[in-house]
Structures are given as C-alpha cells and as structure tokens.
C-alpha cells in the first residue's frame, strides 16, 4: 500500500508545495507516518502469531511452521541448490532440464508469512531504506544488495542521484524481462558504491557504480548466451552488454539523456573480444 501512495502523494506535493525545501520535508514526515503505522499493524500481526502458536490444536498452531518450512526449502534450492545443481549438470557438457521455482512468488510467500508482504525495513547506519518497487517487477532492495558489502560491513546504500538512476534500470529490466517471456531475473550485482565495486576488482568506471547495470541471468529462458542474442537481436537501447565467462549477463544502460552506444562484448579467459551471432 505505501509502494502505491508515495509516488501519487509525491505528485500532489510538487503541484502544491513549490517550495523545494518545504517539499521534501512534507514527503518525509508523511512518509514516516505511513511506515510508522505499518510498523504497529506488523506488531498487531505478530501478536496474532503468538496466541496462534500457542493453541492446544495442532492444525492452529502448526499451519504456519509447516509453511515456513517449506518456503525455507524453497529459498535454499533457489539461492544454494538450484545453482549448484546448474554447475554440476554443467560439467558433463549434456544440459538436463532442472527444476526451478518462481522466486517472485516464493519470496512473497515467505513475507507475507512473517508479517512482512507489504513492507520490509532495515537500518544501515542512520539511513533507513524499504523495500519498494522500483517497477512492477524490480525492488530497489534486489537492485543494491550485496552479500560481499554485507559480509565486509560496507554501506551499500545509494545516493539520491543513484536512486533516479536505480529507476532508469529497473524500468529498463522490464524491457528485457519482457523479451524474455516474462521469466522471472535473478539479479546477482546491482549497485555498487565505489569502496564495494574497488573491492570486487572492477573499474572505476564501471557503470554499477552509479546504478546503471545489473548482471543477471534468467534460468527459464535459457543460458546466458541464449539471453544476450536475443537482447543483441532486439531494440532495446542498451549502453552495454557482456557476456561475461558464460556463467552470466552484464547489461547497463545509458545515463538519462545520452545516446545507447549498443555495444556488445564477450569477457572470458582468452579476453575480451566483440560480441556477434
């Protein structure tokens, strides 16, 4: 629900409130309002959950565990197992359909069971972020996590500069997304700060610093080269595709009013040449 509100409460205050200053200020504190009230509707559920957990009839009590443990199952085949088992079907050089599941549907699923489907916060030093769409397909969460800068205690959060960028891809993904039959995309980097992008060996340059680019792959649609002809094939303005050591794609997009160079590479262990059919 607050998804929904904020970018139409957005719109009203910048007909009404012109004052830049005053403006953001009035989107803060009724942003803090709407987060403030799902936080005790989220308390609310959670003492539901107690007296839930504690019924005397295995049916009241146990409908949620047993949906927990699957959901559990399901997220680990599709961040551990599923991966792993891609890999090791790989090594044979004969590719066997593997079962996958609809990580959109899962994940949803597993927040709304914990009381968290329509909003899902978290504090990085003093700066709040939710897990908003960025577009109707892609969360600003998914778009700037990181196991790496999570791991090392780096702030990965984005900028406001990079945020209209963030939106810039997102909306840019649906695109792919759509050429790729609506499958769902499992982004594995997103943004980048420059201490986090320093630390994984790329360049400065590197568009994921300023949340221009994702590396993804989309499992039901087929391989990464698979995806990369068809983006190379469509006209979707890319800045910049790689099929990088056929293990996944790394797109990125041009900067709001700069021209798609279209240009598309090929990084493996022999280097970088230029992508063709």
């Known amino acids: 629900m ?32 709407l987060t403030d009230n799902a ?13 839930e957990a504690a019924h005397r009839s295995l049916f009241v009590s146990g409908w949620r565990p047993m949906i927990g443990w699957s959901c559990a199952i399901g997220v680990f085949w599709l961040f551990v197992g599923h991966p792993f088992a891609v890999y090791l079907d790989g090594l044979d050089g004969v590719t066997t359909p593997i079962p996958t599941i609809d990580n959109e549907i899962l994940l949803e699923l597993t927040f709304a069971l914990l009381g968290m489907s329509g909003l899902r916060t978290y504090e990085k030093t003093k700066r709040h972020c939710y897990m908003i769409k960025a577009s109707p397909n892609f969360t600003v969460d998914e778009l700037t996590f990181s196991e790496t800068a999570t791991r090392k205690d780096i702030d990965n959060t984005p900028s406001d500069e990079v945020l209209d960028n963030l939106l810039i891809t997102a909306w840019s993904m649906e695109n792919v997304r759509e050429l790729l039959n609506n499958n769902p995309i499992l982004i594995s980097s997103g943004y980048r700060c420059l ?12 568009a994921h610093i300023k949340g221009l680019a994702v590396d993804f792959t989309c499992p039901k649609y087929g391989d990464p080269n698979d995806i990369v002809d068809a983006i190379f094939r ?35 262990k022999k280097g970088t040449m230029i992508y063709s059919q």
């Open 2 to 33: 607050i998804q929904a509100l904020l970018p139409l409460i957005g719109n009203v205050l910048d007909r009404v409130v012109p004052d830049k200053n005053a403006n953001q200020k009035a989107k803060r504190e009724i942003e803090k309002s």
């Open 39 to 51: 936080n005790k509707l989220l308390l609310a559920q959670t003492e539901i959950n107690k007296v």
């Open 195 to 206: 201490e986090l992008n320093t630390l994984l060996g790329s360049k400065p340059t590197s």
């Open 234 to 268: 469509s006209d979707i303005l890319y800045d910049q595709i790689i099929l990088e050591f056929d293990k996944w794609v790394h797109i990125a997009f041009p900067e709001n009013g700069k021209s798609a160079r279209k240009k598309a590479l090929i990084i493996n």
